[in-house]
């Protein structure tokens, strides 16, 4: 099992994508757990701010479902990334997800015979048990470069500045919560991609993975 954790836009989803193709392992971005419950409390005409709102939504998450709910476009709008940092900072919220996680790196869905999870707090607080940690950053410019030009890619109209901005306050709050904030595990892999193109983060996760030996679905 291969947990990954680092900021927003590092190219963490990139680097697990590409490494559960290459290891035939099934993979899971947390991060759209967080959207989702921010997307539902939005949707609901609530405030993602408002915590009993935000568990609620939380728990109304099935596991049946939820494959689902984690393809739906809208949750990736940069609306939604704001709501998600604001939901997961409620300790029962977090609580209400963790039971999917660690059931998704035990039991791979599709026969996998591994999982690779990405997220925040992968290598701290879902699967400490990991057999390979990797922690990736980038500078807050480099990340915020790549998400406006996938912003814009997607036709939507955004400054940078803006976006530096919305980066900048999202970091603060995912590092300074009191409950899983976003920090390398004492014994995870840092990977700084900031002059990395997505190829050359690959190689370096396989050959550090490849000195691990043998991984297992090993999590919690
Ligand atoms: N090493 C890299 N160098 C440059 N761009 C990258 C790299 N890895 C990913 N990207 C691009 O940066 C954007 C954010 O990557 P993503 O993997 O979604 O980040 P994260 O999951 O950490 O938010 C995407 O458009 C992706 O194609
Ligand atoms: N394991 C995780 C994953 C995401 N999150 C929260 O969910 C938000 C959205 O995560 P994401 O991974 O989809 O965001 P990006 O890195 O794709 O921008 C983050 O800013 C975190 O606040 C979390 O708290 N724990």
Request: aromatic fraction near 4%; include cysteine; glycine fraction near 8%.
């Amino acid at each position: 099992m291969v947990a990954i954790d680092g900021p927003a836009a590092s190219g963490k989803g990139t680097l697990a994508r590409r490494l559960a193709d290459r290891l035939g392992f099934a993979h899971l971005d947390t991060g759209s757990l967080y959207r989702a419950v921010g997307l539902a409390v939005i949707r609901g005409g609530g405030d993602p701010g408002d915590a009993a709102a935000a568990t609620a939504a939380a728990r109304a998450l099935h596991p049946e479902t939820t494959p689902r709910v984690l393809a739906d476009p809208a949750l990736r709008g940069d609306e939604i990334a704001a709501a998600a940092s604001k939901v997961a900072v409620v300790p029962a919220v977090r609580e209400a997800l963790l039971a999917f996680q660690r059931d998704f790196a035990s039991n791979p869905p599709g026969g996998a015979r591994g999982a690779v999870l990405d997220g925040r707090d992968i290598g701290t607080i879902v699967c400490p048990g990991a057999d390979a940690k990797l922690f990736v950053t980038a500078s807050v410019e480099a990340r915020a470069e790549r998400r406006l030009k996938e912003l814009r890619d997607r036709g939507i109209t955004v400054i940078y500045a803006a976006v530096l901005e919305d980066m900048r306050e999202r970091d603060a709050r995912d590092s300074q919560r009191a409950v899983a904030p976003l920090k390398p595990a004492a014994d995870a892999f840092l990977l700084d991609t900031s002059s990395l193109n997505a190829d050359q983060a690959l190689d370096a996760a396989i050959s550090f993975i490849s000195s691990k030996t043998g991984l297992s679905d090993h999590c919690a």
